[in-house]
């Protein structure tokens, strides 16, 4: 008989904030940075005698993910120092939190979350030039977030699902700019696999650098255990990375325990109550928080009716979102709405796709919505709301102009219309009697000879109306 292995699953994610200044001193948080060591001083630099000092809007940013994700905020807290050597902590500690996070509790796309607490950055060794190492110091003391999850996630898709949804949030609530590729946000999975009701060795598998990158990470890491554990292995608790060329979790070291880190308060720093602080009460920073992306994919979904696609398009690109929003603001019709939504992920998508224009082109939102209610009244064919978009992007101009240059106004002119369906009636009998006994495929001919026959510039619904109401 084969066992079923589960999985368990915890993440660990940290974010740096985009604070001005870094977590304790003045020197600046400029991640785009590029000379080494230039934003640095003696508090980050670890200096004796210097002292810090906390950076309130870092201590904010946090509580604002904390009350967004519906967790606790602390009433005491406290910062803590964790001890460890190595050469890019200048301090030989990190200071960071430990017996009391900002934040407890919460939850995202429904995973249970266990912390999200304050800490620092480290300064960014490289290893790569002529067998030297090479430290910068500007990323030390840069204000750091980390969020622990409780171990509930269950796969390798959910990991990455419960990661992009707080990618989304955090640069909602602009927080963090949060590029993975850039190290803004850093993903930690913690992973284990077991047979009983008791959870198995976890592995920790650090510097996952993609969300692709989190997925394989743990695929691979589920796979390799369960085949450890089958073949009668025990998993060792330890910390792994991820080979790219290798496509394959190694061995970096075994795990520290908490104990090792020999944690203590910050005797240089004040301990906090958070009530004692305005900025810092939860009212008020409920107050001030944005409409929340699941809050908007609701207001999109029921006030709108769009597409699921389309909403998660508007969700994640800050660049489309602007532009619906800006749209819908102009437009109140809901069918009009789902119109220019249309336009916008396969058209506007599609013009951008294929050419080298800079954010909209020329196409202004008024611009737009006009050609959007010209296209829902049946002025303007779907093939000439696309011609006239094209020009619009790339040269500009109003829609109406751009349509009656090109000939791409639909004859709406009932009188001249109805002369050509009498014409038509009159030269498809067979059709019409087919009509008239139900079949309503003849309908649709009967409306494609009346295009025919305009060359296509008749409104195809004023056709069909005229159709139906001679032929009653
Ligand atoms: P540690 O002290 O080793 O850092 P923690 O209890 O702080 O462990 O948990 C760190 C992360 O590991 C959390 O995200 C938690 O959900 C996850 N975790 C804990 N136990 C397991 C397990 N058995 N399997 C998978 N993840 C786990
Ligand atoms: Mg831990």
């Given amino acids: 008989m084969t066992k079923i292995y589960k999985p368990t699953i915890g993440l660990e994610i940290h974010a740096e904030l985009k604070t001005i200044t870094k977590m304790f001193c003045n020197s600046k948080n400029n991640p785009n940075e590029i000379k080494p060591n230039s934003n640095i001083c003696p508090v980050c630099m670890a200096h004796p005698g210097t002292l810090p000092v906390i950076n309130k809007k870092a201590v904010e940013s946090v509580l604002r993910v904390g009350v967004a994700l519906g967790g606790q905020l602390a009433d005491f807290t406290e910062f803590d120092r964790k001890n460890y050597f190595y050469p890019d902590i200048p301090k030989g500690y990190q200071i960071s939190q430990y017996k009391y996070p900002l934040v407890s509790g919460g939850k995202l796309v ?69 590029n993975m590729d850039k190290g803004e946000m850093r993903i930690e999975a913690n992973i284990s696999v077991s047979d009983t009701d008791k959870f198995g060795t976890k592995v920790e598998v650090k510097n996952l650098n993609s969300f692709k990158v989190v997925e394989k990470a743990i695929a691979y890491e589920i796979k390799r255990q369960t085949e450890v554990i089958e073949e009668g292995g025990v998993i060792v608790k330890e910390t792994r990375g991820w080979d790219e060329n290798k496509q394959a979790t190694f061995s970096q070291r075994l795990k520290e325990g908490s104990e090792d880190y020999r944690y203590f308060p910050d005797p240089d720093l004040p301990k906090l109550k958070l009530s004692e602080v305005p900025e810092f009460n939860r009212k008020k920073i409920e107050e001030g928080l944005p409409e929340l992306p699941w809050e908007k994919r609701d207001r999109y979904s029921e006030k709108y009716g769009i597409k699921s696609e389309d909403i998660e398009m508007y969700i994640v690109d800050d660049f489309y979102g602007k532009f619906f929003e800006s749209v819908v603001e102009k437009i109140g019709d809901k069918d009009l709405i789902k119109l220019a939504s249309n336009y916008i992920t396969s058209d506007v998508v599609g013009l951008k796709r294929n050419s080298e224009i800079e954010g909209f082109g020329k196409i202004q939102i008024d611009n737009f919505t006009q050609l959007i209610k010209m296209a829902g009244e049946g002025k303007i064919s779907s093939r000439g709301a696309k011609d006239i978009l094209k020009i619009m992007f790339e040269e500009g101009g109003l829609p109406e102009e751009i349509a009656e240059k090109n000939n791409l106004i639909q004859k709406s002119d009932e009188g001249e219309l109805r002369e050509t369906i009498l014409k038509i009636i009159d030269e498809n009998k067979q059709a019409v009697e087919e009509y008239k006994k139900g079949k309503e495929a003849s309908l649709k001919f009967l409306i494609g000879q009346g295009m025919k026959e305009t060359k296509g510039s008749a409104n195809p619904k004023m056709l069909q109306d005229l159709f139906i109401r001679e032929l009653s």
Avoid: C, W
Avoid at 111 to 135: F, P, Y
Avoid at 154 to 173: H, M
């Fill in 110 to 178: 429904g995973v249970d979350i266990t912390r999200v607490h304050l800490e620092e950055d480290t300064a960014k060794s490289t290893h790569d030039v002529a067998g030297h190492s090479l430290i910068d110091f500007n990323r030390a003391g840069v204000p750091l977030m980390e969020l622990v999850t409780e171990p509930v996630v269950k796969d390798a898709q959910q990991a990455s699902e419960f990661a992009r949804e707080l990618q989304i949030l955090l640069r909602y609530l602009d927080v963090s700019d949060a």
